[in-house]
């Protein structure tokens, strides 16, 4: 990441429109077909980390903070969403900073563990992360901002999770208490 570039952390309630015109335009650039002219997906981020150069938005990466249930136990995460960088930013570490922005704060806070879901791995696993397998998952199926149904299904290729208070992950079923980042 070149040093003109400058990260921020925003709360959501904080982001005005112009802020939030270049998130829309970053994650249809990033995920297209995807966001339907919204700045999330399924429901507001509790906070966003942004990239900016100069005044264009270059990385994103949302951040929810959340109580969810694992193996019985009630514990605290942050769950990362909608990390993306621009095409002609990419591979010069911005995700990797991103990454490790919310590990930090993570790291000073209260919450247990990272959670995110990602079809690759490789990013996150030259990040710290694993995945939990199996990882039999309830969420609140949300389709087109409308609450749908909940959903049981086992998620181990894509649930990926870095411990922050301690590596041992509650094993057993795991609710979402929400919809699924
Ligand atoms: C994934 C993404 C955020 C990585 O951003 P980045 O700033 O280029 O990442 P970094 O420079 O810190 O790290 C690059 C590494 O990410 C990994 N990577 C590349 N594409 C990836 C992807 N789609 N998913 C996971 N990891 C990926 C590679 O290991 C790469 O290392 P390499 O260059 O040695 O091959 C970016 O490629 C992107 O925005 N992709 C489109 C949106 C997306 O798929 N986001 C992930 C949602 S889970």
Redesign the pocket.
């Known amino acids: 990441m070149s040093h003109d570039c400058n990260l921020i952390a925003i709360n959501e309630y904080e982001i005005d429109p112009a802020k939030t015109t270049k998130i829309v335009s970053l994650l249809d650039e990033?995920?297209p077909d995807t966001f339907d002219g919204r700045s999330y997906f399924k429901q507001l981020p509790h906070f966003r980390y942004l990239v900016f150069q100069n005044e264009a938005l270059i990385g994103h990466m949302g951040v929810d903070h959340r109580v969810i249930k694992a193996g019985g136990k009630a514990i605290r995460i942050f769950g990362i969403i909608d990390?993306?960088?621009k095409p002609d930013h990419?591979?010069?570490?911005?995700?990797?900073r991103l990454l490790r922005s919310v590990e930090a704060l993570a790291e000073k806070s209260n919450v247990d563990f990272l959670v995110?879901m990602?079809d690759?791995d490789?990013?996150y696993k030259?990040n710290g992360f694993e995945h939990v397998s199996p990882a039999m998952t309830r969420w609140l199926a949300v389709e087109d901002v409308e609450s749908v149904s909940v959903i049981e299904k086992d998620l181990s290729n894509c649930f990926l999770i870095k411990g922050m208070k301690s590596d041992n992950w509650p094993k057993g079923k795991i609710d979402m208490l929400g919809h699924l980042f």
């Open positions: 990033c995920f990390l993306c960088v990419r591979r010069t570490g911005i995700a990797g995110l990602g690759d490789t990013l030259s």
